[in-house]
């Protein structure tokens, strides 16, 4: 693999206020930009939603280093699960599902099989 450099003139300011929005979610600069790169050479088209609304901005406390951490923890507990396929109108996947006795509401799953 051939690999070279790519530059970019931007505001200075600008720049300061992505690396923060980015360090936030644990990423920076050149990473975002080879992501951008990668994303658009496969899926040919640029990964972004281009629009004249105006943007809609996250709540207070949205990036914390909390919610960081926690988003982190959930991903690698989903990627450690293996994922399972359910019938909802099958009593014994919704059992399964919610892992509780439903004998309360026997008369709803009447006729499921």
Do not use: C, H
């Not at 300061?16 to 080879?34: F, M, N, R, S």
């Not at 396929?85 to 009447?110: A, C, P």
Request: aromatic share 8%; hydrophobic share 35%.
């Amino acid at each position: 693999m051939s690999v070279i450099q790519v530059s970019a003139r931007v505001d200075k300011n600008l720049k300061e206020e992505a690396q923060k929005v980015l360090a936030k979610q644990g990423l920076d600069i050149p990473t975002v930009i080879k992501m951008l790169i990668t994303k658009t050479a496969y899926e040919q088209q640029v990964p972004l939603m281009l629009t004249s609304s105006p943007s809609v901005s996250y709540p207070e406390g949205w990036f914390s280093a909390d919610r960081v951490e926690n988003r982190n923890k959930i991903a690698g507990m989903t990627s450690q699960v293996e994922a399972k396929t359910l019938d909802f109108s099958k009593k014994k996947d919704i059992e399964e599902f919610f892992d509780e006795d439903f004998s309360e509401y026997e008369d709803l799953f009447s006729g499921t099989k």
